[in-house]
T-cell receptor
């Protein structure tokens, strides 16, 4: 059975801290891994990763994929209260086009 | 370019009624996905459609649920004879083609009373 597992389930940090969120997966016919940020509304797209070892970066956020060990990490440096959200990891397979989501990591950034 | 538009944002139905959820994809997007999110759970895939075609409905309950994406107009997710267990947030996403990132709408929060 295909699985996407995120850890930790929740995290509380202080402003300015750096956090690392983890996503491991077990799926057949892996194609890509995506990260989304969900506040109290629509998940917003962050990154799409298809190749191992190539870091994607956007401001204070960065992400990398390891296709050998079947995981990805999302790093957020110098966290701000606006980073508080649920971060979702999703895997897309080669067969079919749907995304398989993990249950998310709830991040709370305290001032 | 407006994002993915879902309406209504909130929908309250009594048990046994029908719920119709609408999704207008982003301009130029012909691929639509529906997901359901229960409290404390992740997004669960329901159905993937292209214009006038259901491509994958492996996540849809076999009964009472149906989806369409007509040539003109929004995609519709229809739930007949709703039950309390159908209460959830239903999200629609769209993409311009297969195997690219998908963009989500704000969701419809369905409450069955």
């Amino acid at each position: 059975e295909d699985k996407v597992v995120q850890s930790p389930l929740s995290l509380v940090v202080h402003e300015g801290d750096t956090v690392t969120l983890n996503c491991s997966y077990e799926v057949t016919n892996f194609r890509s891994l995506l990260w989304y940020k969900q506040e109290k509304k629509a998940p917003t797209f962050l990154f799409m990763l298809t190749s191992s070892g190539i870091e994607k970066k956007s401001g204070r956020l960065s992400s990398i994929l390891d296709k050998k060990e079947l995981f990805s990490i999302l790093n957020i440096t110098a966290t701000q209260t606006g980073d508080s959200a649920i971060y979702l990891c999703a895997v897309q397979k080669d067969t079919g086009n749907q995304f398989y989501f993990g249950t998310g990591t709830s991040l709370t950034v305290i001032p | 370019n407006a994002g993915v538009m879902q309406n209504p944002r909130h929908l309250v139905r009594r048990r046994g009624q029908e719920a119709r959820l609408r999704c207008s994809p982003m301009k130029g997007h012909s691929h639509v996905y529906w997901y359901r999110q229960l409290p404390e759970e992740g997004l669960k895939f329901m159905v993937y459609l292209q214009k006038e075609n259901i491509i994958d409905e492996s996540g849809m309950p076999k009964e009472r649920f149906s989806a369409e994406f007509p040539k003109e107009g929004p995609s519709i997710l229809r739930i007949q004879q709703v039950v309390r267990g159908d209460s959830a947030a239903y999200f629609c996403a769209s993409s311009p083609q297969g195997f690219t990132e998908a963009f989500f709408g704000q969701g419809t929060r369905l409450t069955v009373v």
